[in-house]
Structures are given as C-alpha cells and as structure tokens.
C-alpha cells in the first residue's frame, strides 16, 4: 500500500463547478496535511494545510481531514481554468525513524473547461 | 528577498559521471528535502535533514549521496550509481521537519546524455 494515495485523474470539471480531489494516507499517527498545486514545469506552491479532524475553509478551498478513515479533500469552488493544475497531496509522518518525513501522493491533474 | 535557489535549471550529464545538484536557502529554516519527479508523478523523497549534520534517506536513496555542512546548504549528488538519473529534482525547505509548510526552489532538470 502506498504512503499517500491519490486519484490520478485526469478530472475535468466545468468553470464554475467544485472540483473535489481526494487523498488517503497510511500512517495513522499522522498529524500534518498539506495540499499543493503544481503548474506544468514549474515548482509546487502550497494552498492549504490542516491539522485538525473537520473543515478548514480559505476564500475557495476548503480542505477537509477525517483521520479515523485516514482522508483528506480538497475542494474548489467557483473552478476557474486558471485551476487548472496538478494538486499534491502531501504528509507528514508521525513518528519513529520516519518522523517529519514528508510524503508526497502522485497527484491529481484537474482540468477546468470553459 | 528570502527564498530557496536552486542551480543550475538545467544540467546535462554524461552517462557514468558525477553531478551535484545546488540548494541554498535564506528563510534561516532547519529541516531541507530533496525529491525527485519524473513525468505525470508526484514527487519522491531521496533524503531530508532535520538539522546541520544531520540526514536521513527518504524512499529512494540509492544512488544518490547529500551533505549538510551549513544550515543554508544541503547539495545532492547524483552518482554514476544512479541507473536512471534523467529526472525534475526539487529542493524544499521548512521551518521544523515535517510539521510547517514546504518552499520548495524553482527545480534542476536533469538529463543524462
């Protein structure tokens, strides 16, 4: 089982739908989540970051952490085609040799459509 | 302006040579990582620091080879041990390891000709 899994896509979504991108994680302990979008050749830049079980909402992201299914998602609303990205799930390990790793899902390519 | 600088954005290698990938850093951060991207991937850890002198292998160490003599600098040394080298190579640093958000530089691609 991977670290930090996520659906490859391609999603493709509307201008003006929620694009919904999903991650799930190994290691239970875990307690650092981030979510990163990545333009084509270029670095990744980090949108959001949660900590705590529930919602956590910045202007049109809202990511959203269950930690006893071991989820994370990233919801955009109001998808506009500059979204259109790859978006990194990415966590930190809990403990043990591995504490502070930071691990990375494959990434999800979302595509918004005119 | 503080950030992360990576050099050089492109390098081209022989095959059976060395190479070392620059990483320098003024956020005055203590942990650095190093990954790898290959094309329509995510990105896979090859090492991480916590702190100066200081390192540990992440998932895909072989081959590859770091130092961490100064708390700004943590360069990657590619070797001739690496069987397929031609990759996107990111350097991140972070506050503490693992619990702060990520900056990651602009990215070395590198090719082996």
């Known amino acids: 089982q991977k670290e930090v899994e996520q659906n490859s896509g391609p999603l493709s979504v509307p201008e003006g739908a929620i694009a919904s991108l999903n991650c799930t994680y190994s290691d239970r302990g875990s307690q650092s989540f981030f979510w990163y979008r990545q333009y084509s050749g270029k670095s990744p830049e980090l949108i959001m970051f949660i900590y705590s079980n529930g919602d956590k909402e910045d202007g049109r992201f809202t990511a959203q952490l269950n930690k006893a299914s071991q989820y994370v998602s990233l919801l955009i609303r109001d998808s506009q085609p500059s979204d259109s990205a790859t978006y990194l799930c990415a966590v930190n390990s809990a403990g043990g040799t591995s504490y502070g790793k930071l691990t990375f899902g494959q990434g999800t390519i979302l595509t918004v459509h005119p | 302006d503080g950030g992360i600088t990576q050099s050089p954005k492109y390098l081209f290698r022989k095959e059976g040579q060395n190479v070392t990938l620059s990483c320098e850093q003024n956020l005055n951060h203590d942990a650095m990582y190093w990954y790898r991207q290959d094309p329509g991937q995510g990105l896979r850890l090859i090492y991480y620091?916590?702190?100066?002198?200081?390192?540990q292998k992440g998932d895909i160490a072989e081959g590859y080879s770091v130092s961490r003599e100064k708390k700004e600098s943590f360069p990657l040394t590619v070797t001739s041990a690496q069987k397929n080298p031609t990759a996107f190579y990111l350097c991140a640093s972070s506050i503490i390891l693992g619990d702060t958000e990520a900056f990651f530089g602009q990215g070395t691609r590198l090719t082996v000709v």
């Open positions: 620091s916590q702190i100066v002198n200081d390192f």
